[in-house]
């Protein structure tokens, strides 16, 4: 398994720590490279193409909130980040919604941060017909997004 994996300035730390304490997963790190300022919808849309291109199998977003970065993800068609802050939030989000990248707070923990990176990556989908049903109404409205 191989996860693409990004933060702003604020999530850098956490996501170094992270990169030397998986052991299990091929981590690519597609920046930020110092704790200088950015902005995080530049590494949010490179995720995203990375995980919308199979390039990886899964990522993960790091911003200080974790809320700004997975709405930036979110806007990449075919992305669907789950910002979480627990373990229970990471297995449902894949179970029901087959979200394909995880977002969480700078300011989690990095066992914590490791125990949701582990636990999404390892739970699959339900494949139950209410789920598919749900998730093709979100792509359908995406594929026919207008003006409204």
């Known amino acids: 398994m191989k996860i693409g994996i990004v ?3 604020r999530g850098y730390q956490l ?14 790190d597609y920046g930020t490279n110092s704790v200088d300022s950015v902005d995080y919808p530049d590494y949010a849309f490179i995720l995203g193409e990375k995980v919308k ?8 977003a790091i911003c200080g909130s974790g809320i700004g970065i997975s709405i930036a993800c979110n806007k990449v068609k075919g992305i669907r ?3 979480v802050s627990n373990v229970a939030e990471a297995k449902m989000t894949r179970i029901d919604n087959d979200a394909n990248i995880l977002a969480f707070s700078a300011n989690t ?3 914590l941060a490791k125990d949701l ?7 699959p989908f339900s494949n139950e017909e209410r789920h598919i049903r749900r998730i093709k109404k979100i792509k359908d409205y995406e594929d026919n997004s207008y003006d409204r």
Do not use: R, W, Y
Request: charge should be negative; hydrophobic fraction near 30%.
């Open 53 to 60: 291109n199979k390039e990886v199998d899964f990522g993960v």
């Open 109 to 111: 923990s990095v066992d």
């Open 7 to 9: 933060s702003d300035h």
């Open 117 to 123: 990176i582990e636990t999404f990556c390892n739970t």
């Open 81 to 83: 980040c789950a910002k």
């Open 15 to 28: 996501k170094e720590d992270l990169k030397k304490s998986i052991n299990d997963i091929e981590v690519i």
